[in-house]
């Protein structure tokens, strides 16, 4: 299964993180140094469910992310469905 989401077409990207060593400026120390960076995905929160649409009378069942989720409970199932043109 792709970790992507159906409605906004989120999906995981690439990062990085910044290692740190040595002790601030402004508590006494000479400054903190970037020792090493190594690269990181940053995955989206995927849910699958299962949305029951009235206009269809009938259940979809979708891969989404949170947000997606909540785009769904504030517009409605239908709407935001259609606008992503998977009905």
Not at 2 to 30: E, P, Q, W, Y
Not at 48 to 73: D, G, Y
Request: positive net charge; hydrophobic residues 40%.
């Amino acid at each position: 299964m792709a970790r992507i989401c159906s409605i906004r077409g989120s999906r995981v990207r690439s990062g990085g993180k910044i290692n740190r060593s040595g002790l601030a400026k402004k508590k006494g120390g000479i400054g903190r140094h970037v020792t090493k960076v190594v690269k990181r995905k940053v995955a989206p929160n995927l849910q699958s469910k299962r949305i029951w649409v009235p206009e269809l009378n009938r259940f979809v069942r979708l891969t989404l992310s949170a947000k997606a989720i909540k785009t769904i409970n504030k517009n409605g199932a239908h709407v935001t469905l259609k606008k992503a043109g998977l009905i």
